[in-house]
């Protein structure tokens, strides 16, 4: 990962975690539900948005290198891994 991404990345992550432990609390606090289900969604977007980001890296990073390559398997290779992993082919 660039350094930047893994920056931006590492920061979500803690953010998400503290959702996470937030969560907990509410739970074993016996919040009202509708509150405890709003953060679920906050985390899901939150964690969507990490996504993108680790996503973004990849097709400026590995999946740029690898289309650049003269290695025609590993530009195959990435061109599989995204059509897998964008919900394209189902293993």
Not at 12 to 36: N, P, S, T
Not at 80 to 86: A, G, H, N
């Amino acid at each position: 990962m660039r350094t930047d991404a893994k920056q931006a990345a590492l920061k979500r992550l803690a953010r998400i975690e503290g959702q996470v432990r937030g969560v907990a609390r509410m739970v074993a606090e016996d919040r009202y539900c509708i509150d405890v289900v709003r953060q679920f969604q906050a985390i899901r977007a939150a964690l969507n948005s990490l996504e993108a980001v680790v996503l973004d890296d990849h097709l400026q990073t590995c999946v740029d290198h690898a289309l650049r390559s003269d290695d025609l398997a590993e530009r195959r290779a990435k061109v599989s891994e995204l059509v897998d992993i964008l919900g394209g082919r189902r293993k």
